[in-house]
């Protein structure tokens, strides 16, 4: 078959895979120019009462609830199927549905409790999502290509183990970018993920389906992986929480990717959730289940309580001198600075010094391959290069001696940004996590603010800082002087009318493998945020 003709089947069968109780009348289906679907399960009539209360309670109550047999897997795990499955039909999140298989769990550990009268493990009866590149026996991981395309798993990956034996239930994967290195969720297979705050704009890349399906409400607690930005990013552009983590505390092996045996850049996996509370459940309860013992590449860190100081040293980029931030980010961080600065907090501004150079070393390491990993996986069934890929299909392989040359330029800069960090005795850098709030289709034009701290291998915490943008404050600048070409291509393309509304979020920074930390100052920040 064609890759056009294998793309249309796989759709076909994900389509097929909704229960036909749970596809969304003609009379109730939103029209396709209804740019906000999150009010959809409360105003449709569609969804229960009970059903949306299942699904608005947050994480830590439902596993409560669960544990004290008040409330069944079962009923819960149906109610998130069934909000996963409208939410696809509305955004095009999913990549697979195993709805059945996850509510045959449900039942099994509804029985468990019954027989046992405990838990099976600390996430016992809880839907979690999980982003397409994890492996799960018997079910595709494609990354977006149609070679990959029905080649069902053969072994789980140690995350997805982990999950299962803590009594976690799987229900769906989430659709990604092809090969997962694209800030927007598109594909050849499955097209594109659209944000259901507003269908005309993307919901990012490359984890772009869970923060989808969560932003609609058809997870709690999602997946996904980083390695340029892919956590932050779409977390960014749908308004929710997420954390990229230090390499070696959540277990990462077994996944399937789009660059594979690429380590000079690591990848990681990490939570997304509507809440930060629900992102530091995730963190917490999978590091207590020593995930050294089973991936080898694992720290052996338990996960520790922190308390942070009472008065924080942030530092803030106010631009990374590549590329200006929009408006209305600009503003949200210019207002959170003057926040925390209110609540007795020493705000410094910090220089970008490194910053054009990592993002340099990040750009050539993603190619260093002269495209060879993308090209394999596209060749067996003919399917082109997508246009976002085109550095791909353009690259030079880096032979063995600049690789390592490349490798030994990344460790001097590395050294250099901690030692300046140790200089200004900062606590925290404050920053964009894109120029953008979020942006049209195809306008997704630079990772820098993201993927400079994947070289660096710093803990980021992407989150909401309660700004949302204006079209009557947030006008594009009136002269602005670009720092970049690529600056003054964002800048041109920039409107405020298409993103009216939506939630910016901004990026915390803190030290290498102290993860805890940046999210307890996360949520100080939060707390100033809300005071002011």
Wanted: charge should be negative; aromatic fraction near 8%.
């Amino acid at each position: 078959m064609s890759w056009e003709e294998i793309a249309e089947k796989k759709r076909q069968a994900l389509k097929n895979s909704i229960p036909s109780q749970w596809i969304i009348p003609d009379d109730l289906l939103p029209p396709a120019d209804q740019a906000d679907v999150t009010t959809f399960p409360r105003e449709s009539g569609f969804f229960t009462e009970r059903e949306l209360e299942l699904t608005s309670t947050n994480a830590t109550d439902l596993l409560k609830k669960l544990a004290s047999g008040e409330w069944t897997s079962t009923e819960i795990t149906t109610a998130f199927c069934k909000t996963a499955a409208v939410a696809h039909q509305l955004t095009n999140c999913l990549s697979e549905a195993f709805f059945p298989l996850a509510i045959s769990r449900a039942q099994e550990l509804d029985e468990y409790l019954k027989v046992h009268g405990k838990p099976k493990g600390p996430f016992h009866g809880l839907p979690i999502s999980i982003k397409d590149n994890f492996n799960y026996k018997g079910f595709d991981s494609t990354v977006g290509f149609a070679s990959l395309v029905n080649e069902p798993a053969t072994y789980n990956s140690t995350l997805v183990d982990l999950l299962l034996s803590a009594g976690a239930i799987l229900y769906c994967k989430t659709n990604v970018p092809t090969a997962m290195m694209i800030a927007e969720s598109v594909n050849n297979v499955y097209g594109r993920t659209v944000n259901p705050r507003n269908r005309s704009l993307t919901s990012g890349g490359s984890s772009g389906g869970e923060s989808a399906l969560i932003a609609f409400g058809g997870s709690r607690i999602g997946v996904g992986t980083d390695i340029g930005g892919s956590l932050r990013i779409p977390a960014a552009c749908t308004g929710i929480f997420t954390i990229r983590p230090s390499f070696g505390r959540f277990p990462n092996s077994m996944t399937r990717s789009g660059l594979a045996g690429q380590e000079a850049v690591l990848s990681v996996n990490g939570p997304m959730a509507k809440t930060l509370e629900e992102v530091v459940l995730w963190a917490s309860t999978v590091v207590g289940q020593a995930p050294w013992l089973t991936d080898p590449k694992c720290l052996p860190i338990p996960w520790r309580k922190v308390s942070p100081k009472g008065k924080l040293k942030i530092a803030v980029l106010y631009n990374d001198g590549i590329v200006t931030p929009t408006p209305p980010v600009s503003r949200a961080l210019n207002e959170t600075a003057e926040k925390l600065k209110r609540a007795g907090h020493e705000i410094v501004t910090w220089a970008p010094t490194e910053h054009k150079d990592l993002l340099g070393t990040l750009s050539r390491m993603f190619v260093a391959d002269g495209g060879k990993s993308v090209q394999k996986l596209l060749e067996p069934t003919g399917e082109p290069f997508r246009p976002e890929m085109q550095a791909y299909a353009d690259a030079t392989e880096l032979g063995v001696y600049d690789m390592w040359q490349l490798q030994l330029k990344r460790n001097e800069l590395c050294k250099s940004y901690l030692d300046r960090w140790n200089a200004a005795g900062i606590d925290a850098v404050l920053c964009p996590v894109t120029p953008y709030s979020t942006v049209e289709h195809g306008k997704f034009a630079y990772v820098g603010y993201t993927g400079v701290f994947n070289v660096l291998d710093y803990p980021a915490v992407s989150f909401p800082c309660g700004v949302t943008t204006d079209k009557d404050i947030d006008a594009p600048y009136p002269e602005h002087k670009p720092l970049s070409d690529t600056d003054a291509q964002i800048q041109r393309d920039y409107s405020a009318e298409p993103v009216q509304g939506m939630p910016v979020n901004l990026q915390l920074v803190g030290r290498r493998l102290e993860d805890e930390n940046v999210l307890a100052m996360t949520e100080v920040i939060l707390k100033a945020v809300a005071s002011s």
